[in-house]
């Protein structure tokens, strides 16, 4: 059972645009919520992470917006780059304790058209 | 930022053979990692949780006997994957979490599994 459902699968943006990825999350305990990029035959990289405490989260041209009531969070990409162009995870998890693993969810392939 | 090495990167194995993968923290300690499995244009699967010094605790479905997993240092974890049959063939990640901090989980790069 996916605990972190995200959306779109793929899209497709013009160079400029705002690539926009939606996640939801049932587990009200997960307290963090990360954001993954990752190339091809690459491992993930950490992008940016957001904890419950704000609603918005802003590194450069990357945007988390979280709300806490609705149970999701969404990440922008301003002004989308060629070099953008990569496949993007969410994530969740609890941050205390041992049980620490990370919930993705199925990943979004972001093209960035020039 | 941390750094989290895997090793090798890719390998090709023969059916049957036992391939073995690092991952190493080459700037933090690490009492906790985690492995996962990538297929093609999926998503991570975690397949273990490995803590130092103790026996690593696989998810659902995972085979332990299959899956050997060894955590001997605070920096070190290895993935040996057992009698490797083509099914076997994916994309290995690990990943570590700084014991400094609570939160940020740095992953590998990932080894390519390719068993003929």
Same mark, same amino acid.
């Given at each position: 059972q996916q605990q972190v459902k995200q959306s779109p699968q793929s899209l497709i943006v013009q160079k400029g645009g705002i690539s926009i990825i939606n996640c939801a999350y049932e587990?009200?305990?997960?307290d963090y919520f990360p954001w993954y990029q990752q190339f091809p035959g690459k491992g993930p990289a950490l992008l940016i992470a957001i904890r419950p405490d704000v609603s918005e989260k802003k590194e450069g041209r990357f945007t988390i917006s979280f709300n806490k009531s609705a149970k999701q969070f969404s990440l922008h990409i301003m002004d #989308?780059?060629?070099? !953008?162009?990569a496949t993007y995870f969410c994530a969740a998890s609890r #941050?205390?304790?041992? !049980?620490y693993k990370l919930s993705f969810g199925a990943g979004t392939t972001v093209t960035v058209r020039a | 930022g941390a750094v989290v090495s895997q090793h090798p990167s890719r390998v090709i194995c023969k059916s049957g053979t036992s391939v073995k993968i690092e991952c190493r923290s080459l700037d933090f300690q690490a009492t906790t990692m985690f492995w996962y499995r990538q297929f093609p244009k999926q998503s991570l699967m975690l397949m273990a949780t490995s803590n130092e010094g103790s026996k690593a605790t696989y998810e659902q479905g995972v085979e332990k006997d299959k899956f050997l997993i060894n955590?001997?240092?605070?920096?070190l974890s290895t993935l040996t994957v057992t009698s490797?049959?083509?099914?076997?063939?994916s994309f290995y990640i690990c990943s570590a979490r700084?014991?400094?901090?609570?939160g940020e989980l740095f992953f590998g790069e990932g080894s390519r599994l390719t068993v003929l």
């Open positions: 587990n009200t305990a997960f #989308s780059q060629p070099g !953008d162009s #941050s205390l304790g041992n !049980d | 955590h001997a240092s605070l920096t490797a049959h083509p099914e076997d063939s700084d014991d400094r901090y609570t």
